[in-house]
């Protein structure tokens, strides 16, 4: 990606686009953000934009006259999700490292806070004439080692199992050593790290999709100590696991 990568405008409430921002950086896209219309947008930025994406909620008063670029209104009907969906699709950056850039998004445009760990050295930010400026930098396409696909694909099916260090590197046909060594440079993130970040996300789909209580979601995610995984859950989420599930269950 280059700095000349043509944005895309994404104007309205974050929760409006849910997970379309990151879904935008990971493919590729440079995106200028504001959470509602800046007073005066130069005819220039519209020109220079490959599409505009609207939150409805804002979208009455974007008033330009005769626009050459495509312009979509995301509802809260649920259309964000397929948006969302589709630019998952062929995205080269590993899960953990998606998922990285993603919080670090989160916590940057929802709480204000500075980009930290991984992804600060993955996001590139700016101003432009009231938008912020985002775009991932570097170059995301080396494809994985075929051990840690292998490692990946065990722990994908085996998460939920007390499964060790010992056990992913020989999923992999690696010494242990060696493996935390390539999984790290591949990754960019070590793996207790990113088989606890698995864990939450199953964790997640359990709580908003079930009725399970929260000490049996612990276990059958893979952690063995309630207070571990609420710990590590709100590390993650900045939220408890019943709070998580009061703001997701449906």
């Known amino acids: ?22 879904n935008l950086l990971l493919n590729g896209f440079r995106i200028l ?27 009455q008063s974007f008033k330009i006259e005769a626009p050459s670029v495509p312009i979509i209104i995301v509802s809260d009907n649920g259309f964000g999700d ?25 916590r940057l445009l929802f709480n204000g806070g500075k980009l930290e760990s991984i992804a600060a ?8 004439d009231g938008f912020t400026v985002l775009q991932l930098n570097g170059d995301h396409s080396s494809p994985l080692n075929e051990g840690i696909r292998r490692a990946l694909d065990f722990m994908e099916e085996h998460y939920f199992e007390g499964i060790s260090l010992r056990d992913i590197a020989r999923a992999a046909c690696l010494s242990s050593y060696h493996f935390c060594r390539l999984f790290k440079r591949q990754m960019g993130i070590n793996l207790i790290p990113y088989l606890s970040r698995l864990r ?35 590390s993650i989420e900045g939220i408890s696991p019943s709070t998580y599930r009061k703001q997701n269950h449906t």
């Not at 990606?1 to 990151?22: C, D, E, W």
């Not at 050295?121 to 432009?128: A, D, K, M, V, W």
Request: net charge negative; glycine share 6%.
């Open 33 to 59: 953000y504001a959470h509602t219309i800046p007073q005066a947008i130069s005819r220039d930025i519209i020109n220079e934009a490959s599409l505009i994406i609207l939150d409805a909620q804002v979208s």
């Open 200 to 234: 939450i996300k199953k964790a997640k789909s359990l709580l908003g999709s079930t009725p399970y209580s929260v000490t049996r979601i612990c276990f059958d995610v893979g952690f063995n100590d309630l207070s571990h995984f609420e710990r590590v859950f709100r």
């Open 121 to 128: 050295e993955r996001l590139e930010l700016g101003e432009l």
């Open 1 to 22: 990606m280059t700095a000349t990568t043509r944005p895309v405008l994404v104007i309205g409430n974050l929760q409006s686009f849910k997970g379309t921002i990151y």
């Open 82 to 106: 397929v948006w969302d969906e589709y630019f998952l699709k062929g995205s080269h950056i590993p899960a953990a490292e998606a998922a990285e850039v993603h919080n670090e998004i989160d």
